[in-house]
């Protein structure tokens, strides 16, 4: 489905679409986690409602995060040479290999400090950055009007 919809598009936009979504997501747990009570409800119904929608917007957030990485390695592959991309690539991944590593060391340590809500909100934040970045190399770079 996936090959399908982004067939014939560039892939500044087939990336922006994917860091549109996944920021449209992020929101949208960011809402749900001020509409839902801090615990989880007395009723079947409730948990499970809860849970499956906690759920089931963390594992598209996982899945699109999935695309979105897949899908910036195209853009490199568009926007520059191949002896540019080689550098850059490497660059890219040494700089998401460190912050991941980082991130999953110190990540309990700062939800503590500055809570969950913060957290999804500057991730949300970053994901519309990092949007606004890639809308601006697809117009330089892969589709100058």
Known sequence: MF???SMGRSP??????????????LFMFYCATFVTPAGLPDDFIGRVTVVTTFFGIYMAEDI??????????????AAFSVADA?????????????AAMTVGIFIGS??????TEQLLAAQTG?????????VHI???YIDPF
Do not use: D, P, Y
């Open 86 to 98: 080689k550098r850059l690539f490497g660059l890219v991944q040494l700089g998401n290999s460190f």
């Open 64 to 77: 699109l995060a999935m695309f979105v990485a897949m899908q910036c390695a195209s853009v490199a592959q």
């Open 12 to 25: 500044a936009l087939v990336n922006s679409w994917l860091l549109f979504i996944s920021a449209l997501l």
């Open 138 to 140: 697809g117009r330089r």
């Open 110 to 115: 700062i939800a503590a400090a500055v809570g």
């Open 3 to 5: 090959s399908s919809l």
């Open 126 to 134: 970053l994901l519309v950055l990092s949007l606004m970045l890639n």
